[in-house]
């Protein structure tokens, strides 16, 4: 795909971007590069390779799913200034 500085300066104003013909040449080159890279990669035949969801063969560790902590609802409720059956009242914001 080939880009020329009306397609850079069209690009920079659907981003809303403000840029000059010095920045639009610099732009223009480097997105030109990009390009030619993926058409490059898009060219390498893959046929019989399988996808990886990960570069190297790694096994994320997980730590065992086990409770850390205690319940502390009647502890945390003493301060609150009003509860009901174990749930916390609050003042009515929506009417």
Excluded: C, W
Excluded at 39 to 61: K, L
Excluded at 62 to 85: C, Y
């Amino acid at each position: 795909m080939a880009l020329n500085i009306p397609d850079i300066k069209r690009l920079a104003h659907l981003a809303q971007i403000e840029i000059n013909d010095s920045e639009a040449e610099k732009t223009l080159t480097k997105l030109s590069g990009i390009l030619t890279l993926i058409e490059e990669m898009q060219a390498v035949d893959t046929t019989g390779i399988t996808p990886m969801s990960h570069s190297q063969d790694v096994v994320q560790r997980l730590r065992d799913d086990v409770v850390t902590a205690t319940n502390q609802r009647d502890t945390f409720q003493k301060n609150a200034p009003a509860i009901d059956k174990g749930l916390y009242l609050v003042p009515k914001v929506i009417e």
